[in-house]
């Protein structure tokens, strides 16, 4: 009896005759974007109210006193919803989106849906020294692609899905949809063609309409007074793009410092114990660098620094200019190690808020000592700029930092200084690292996608499709005669690995290397292969040796196969030509 057709099966048909693919991935482009500007939206209003309930509920006379012990909270009820109710560990959102396009087909995970709407509002609102973008990417990416994968695309149609969801959650988040396509293509190695462009573009509007239907079109930051651009300060926001950069590479040095510290530490309990008390200690004698820090932002933008630094314990002595340029100086140094220890201690968050942070710091810092030198500078414009600067130096993404802190700003008139200061802090970053803190574990894993086709064609080939095993071994004991016998006379391949007793690779043999003896009777039962036997040209390493290694492995030894080693045993072999032909369909499918 034929199983009963589901309604979803039979739409699944349906649209098969009667919607093409790619009209219906610009329909899914659509969908995935209200879906991420949804979660953008939930995201963001579950922080509000948990933020609210301690700066306006029932704990408020209390608020500053309580700043020691609120992160420490918020930690411990991550980890006990990872423990106990998601039962995994939650990744570092973009990242995780990342590893998912190289490594897993664009496949992600159901519970990422909810495990950074669960625990990212826990880590933010009770102060954690992180923004929202990064859990508000991972979720949009996982909506994307596990409806691509209900709807049963193909893995790059999947991929493009997850993408343009990530977009969109980064459109709807700040309210940028021009940022959050180069973003794609930035961050995320997307090619822009026709094919990728459309939907991505349907996305991230799909979302930031949604955003501003639920929460309206006010900007994230509020500069009302841009000056236009005076072509007499450009050598100033080129000294800005250096002090930008500086910054930048301390912000990623302390990041790799604190992470490497962390992940040295086993037990959990005692991991969110010091991280607590760090961050505790932290934001109760430096109260801005609570939580994302958007009020705070404003307030330094419009030089409020009494509002600014209202709960601030010695705020009395704020009407000494030198004292305020010291304030800011002890933000940008702190800022770097209250978020690198809210995310190593295993608080859910991203880096996007508090890189935008440290940039309107940079920038505030840069015009009060430049007014202290007898320099006049405008606040608005600088802060700014310095905005953008570390967003290029910390994510190395020089044209969303551009479009993205002129969209949640409105300051457009400012594109050429913004190109200015960008530019020398990217390029000074880059020139110290080549990755960012996104991609620095990816590149480790040799995981990492790049705008570099061929590198990122070999990233997509996996190992595992390419391994041959039907190859025969012979013992290195064995006759000449034996070998003959039960090896050469069975095999369909002229190459034969040599194993110990431990499937260990002790050597290779190939016909050649017999052809001459292999037909001499006498020869044939005195010789042993031990004898015959050599060692292999290369060996490639499991688990260790990227695609890219492989291939050079390849190059370097003129081999046609080289046999695999994994965890000292024996698997099997690649061949040169099954890797190129393998090479050659997935660029083509890429």
């Known amino acids: 009896m034929l199983k009963k057709k589901t309604p979803f099966t039979r739409f699944l048909i349906w649209r098969y005759k009667h919607i093409s693919k790619k009209n219906f991935i610009y329909i899914l482009s659509i969908l995935v974007g209200l879906i991420a500007g949804l979660s953008s939206v939930a995201l963001k209003n579950i922080t509000h109210y948990i933020a609210m309930f301690f700066e306006k509920g029932a704990v408020h006379d209390y608020h500053v006193y309580w700043y020691f012990i609120f992160p420490f909270i918020g930690l411990l009820l991550v980890l006990l919803m990872k423990k106990y109710i998601l039962r995994k560990d939650v990744g570092h959102g973009i990242p995780m989106a990342l590893f998912a396009i190289s490594q897993k087909n664009g496949k992600m995970d159901r519970r990422n849906l909810i495990s950074s709407l669960l625990t990212a509002p826990l880590t933010v609102g009770f102060g954690g020294s992180v923004g929202l973008e990064g859990p508000s990417v991972a979720t949009g990416a996982s909506f994307g ?129 010091i991280a607590g008390f760090i961050i505790g200690l932290l934001t109760f004698l430096v109260p801005p660098l609570y939580g994302e820090g958007f009020t705070f932002m404003n307030s330094l933008i419009a030089q409020d620094y009494t509002s600014a630094f209202d709960a601030f314990l010695y705020k009395d002595t704020l009407g000494n200019s030198w004292v305020v340029i010291g304030l800011i100086l002890g933000l940008i140094l702190l800022k770097p190690i209250a978020t690198s220890v809210t995310l190593s201690g295993g608080g859910v968050g991203g880096v996007f808020a508090p890189v935008l942070f440290l940039g309107a710091a940079t920038g505030s810092f840069f015009v009060n000592f430049s007014r202290q030198l007898g320099f006049n500078l405008s606040s608005e414009n600088f802060t700014m700029v310095g905005m953008a600067g570390l967003m290029a130096g910390v994510l190395q993404a020089p044209m969303t930092a551009i479009f993205l802190i002129a969209e949640i700003t409105g300051g457009y008139q400012l594109f050429v200084p913004l190109m200015i200061t960008v530019a020398i802090s990217f390029l000074i970053s880059k020139a110290n690292s080549d990755y960012n803190i996104y991609t620095k574990e990816l590149k480790d894993q040799n995981a990492l996608l790049t705008h570099d086709k061929d590198q990122a064609v070999l990233t997509l080939l996996k190992l595992d499709n390419i391994i041959e095993t039907n190859f025969i071994s012979v013992k290195p004991n064995m006759t000449l005669k034996d070998m003959l016998h039960q090896a050469v006379v069975k095999s369909k391949r002229n190459l034969f690995p040599v194993l110990n007793d431990e499937r260990e690779l002790v050597g290779v043999l190939t016909l050649d290397d017999i052809r001459e003896i292999m037909f001499n009777t006498e020869l044939q039962e005195t010789m042993l292969v031990e004898f015959l036997m050599h060692d292999a040209p290369d060996y490639i390493h499991y688990g260790k040796d990227s695609m890219q290694q492989v291939m050079n492995k390849f190059q370097n030894t003129s081999a046609w196969n080289l046999p695999v080693i994994k965890n000292g045993k024996y698997v099997g072999f690649v061949s040169k030509s099954k890797m190129l032909t393998a090479y050659r369909r997935k660029l083509i499918s890429y």
């Open 145 to 273: 692609s596990n409806i691509a994968r209900m709807f049963h695309m193909n893995e790059q149609s999947r991929k493009l899905l997850l993408v343009c969801a990530a977009a969109g959650s980064l459109s709807a988040i700040f309210k940028a949809p021009i940022a959050a396509i180069l973003f794609a293509i930035e961050v995320f190695s997307l090619d822009l063609t026709f094919a990728s462009l459309l939907p991505l573009l349907m996305a991230s509007v799909a979302a930031v309409v949604t955003r501003m239907f639920f929460i309206g079109e006010q900007y994230i930051v509020d500069f009302h007074a841009i000056q236009q651009f005076d072509i007499q300060n450009i050598l100033f926001y080129a000294a800005l793009g250096v002090i930008t950069s500086l910054v930048s590479i301390y912000f990623s040095k302390i990041y790799f410092t604190t992470e490497n510290y962390f992940s040295k530490i086993k037990n959990d309990y005692l991991k969110i114990v």
